[in-house]
T-cell receptor, first 115, second 112 residues
C-alpha cells in the first residue's frame, strides 16, 4: 500500500511568487492534516480536513494560505504571495476514523525556500 | 493551550550507550502521547504511542511510559545503534480532531 506522498519535494521561489503544494493521502483515509516546521522550531499544525470539508483551520497563519481538498482525495496548499517567513518544511499526514485507527501517517514533506 | 517541551539537542552518544530524551507536556483533558522519528532524508514515522496514564509504548527497543503525575513521556533505549541517528519528536493530541502538538525535536547522533 502506498504511503502519503507529497509534491514537490523541494521548491525555491522568490518573494511575491505563488507556490502550490500537493498531498496525496493513503487511500481510504478520510482525515488529512497539514503541518509546517520552520527552521529549528517545532512542527506546527495548520489545518485538518475530514473528507472534503475543513474541520479545523485554526493553525493557518493568514489569508495568503489557501488549502483545498477536491473530492475528498488529494489536497493542495497554495501560498500567494509567498513571503520570506513562509520558508520551512510542509508536512502532510492522513489517518482513518475509529478507535485505535487515529495514528497519523506522514509524508516526506515539501521543503520550501522563499528568497 | 497544549504544549510539549523536550530536551534540546543535539545529543551525541557512542554505540551501545543508554539513551534518554526527556519530554514533558501541558494539556487540557487527557492527551494521547507519541514519539515520532525522522531519519535523514525521510518523513516522520510513528515510533511509539501511549493513550492513557501508566501505559508503556514500545518499539524497536525504544520505550516510553505515560506519567500523568509528572506530565512526562521520556523516551529511553538501553543500547543505541548508529542506525538510530535521527531527529526525535515528542507529540500529543487531544480532542476529536486529533491534531498533534509537537515539541521542537531532538537530534540524536550515534557514533562508533
Amino acid at each position: 500500500e502506498a504511503g502519503v506522498t507529497q509534491f514537490p519535494s523541494h521548491s525555491v521561489i522568490e518573494k511575491g511568487q505563488t507556490v502550490t503544494l500537493r498531498c496525496d493521502p493513503i487511500s481510504g483515509h478520510d482525515n488529512l492534516y497539514w503541518y509546517r516546521r520552520v527552521m529549528g522550531k517545532e512542527i506546527k499544525f495548520l489545518l485538518h480536513f475530514v473528507k472534503e470539508s475543513k474541520q479545523d483551520e485554526s493553525g493557518m497563519p493568514n489569508n495568503r494560505f489557501l488549502a483545498e481538498r477536491t473530492g475528498g482525495t488529494y489536497s493542495t496548499l497554495k501560498v500567494q504571495p509567498a513571503e520570506l517567513e513562509d520558508s520551512g518544511v510542509y508536512f502532510c499526514a492522513s489517518s482513518q476514523f475509529g478507535q485505535g485507527k487515529e495514528t497519523q501517517y506522514f509524508g516526506p514533506g515539501t521543503r520550501l525556500l522563499v528568497l | 493551550g497544549n504544549s510539549v517541551t523536550q530536551m534540546e539537542g543535539p545529543v551525541t552518544l557512542s554505540e551501545e550507550a543508554f539513551l534518554t530524551i526527556n519530554c514533558t507536556y501541558t494539556a487540557t483533558g487527557y492527551p494521547s502521547l507519541f514519539w515520532y522519528v525522522q531519519y535523514p532524508g525521510e518523513g516522520l514515522q510513528l515510533l511509539l504511542k501511549a493513550t492513557k496514564a501508566d501505559d508503556k509504548g514500545s518499539n524497536k527497543g525504544f520505550e516510553a511510559t505515560y506519567r500523568k503525575e509528572t506530565t512526562s513521556f521520556h523516551l529511553e533505549k538501553g543500547s543505541v545503534q548508529v542506525s538510530d541517528s535521527a531527529v526525535y519528536f515528542c507529540a500529543l493530541s487531544t480532542g476529536g480532531g486529533n491534531k498533534l502538538t509537537f515539541g521542537t525535536g531532538t537530534q540524536l547522533k550515534v557514533e562508533l
